[in-house]
């Protein structure tokens, strides 16, 4: 686990973390009625989430807290769930990621939102010990 020594402090637009994943759900990820495990929903959206994080800071990062996670719709087995990440704030060396869940049922071509996330993370250096992260670049007016 290698971090470079001086991270580059640039601040960067939201855009520039993006992640987009897409995943099937199948039998295994569904409960005895083919809804989707919530448990198996939050992995996912906590690895969206962690990509999104790494990409911002540019080096490894640790799950801090899941501040809020909202289950819109249910998600059934054979639907299709698009997740995208973005980092939204970043402090010292935190950084807030929302995640958004689409649904889609692959016969009919119609998407959904499902759920809705907000996670904490933390960069960290090769000695797991918190780093600086580079600012977001606003690219509207506050």
């Known amino acids: 686990m290698t971090s470079p020594a001086s991270p580059d402090l640039t601040p960067r637009p939201p855009s520039d973390s993006r992640v987009s994943m897409t995943e099937l759900v199948l039998p295994s990820h569904a409960n005895a009625v083919g809804t989707m495990f919530g448990g198996t929903l939050m992995a996912w959206i906590d690895i969206c989430a962690a990509i999104a994080a790494q990409r911002h800071s540019r080096g490894w990062v640790v799950t801090a807290s899941m501040d809020q996670l909202d289950f819109d719709a249910p998600i059934q087995v054979g639907d299709v769930v698009s997740l995208t990440a973005q980092v939204n704030f970043a402090g010292r060396s935190s950084m807030e990621v929302?995640?958004?869940v689409e649904r889609e049922v692959p016969t009919a071509g119609d998407r959904v939102h499902a759920a809705r996330a907000y996670l904490t993370f933390v960069a960290i250096d090769a000695a797991g010990k918190a780093r600086p992260?580079?600012?977001?670049a606003p690219v509207t007016d506050v």
């Open 133 to 136: 992260v580079p600012p977001i």
């Open 98 to 100: 929302g995640v958004r």
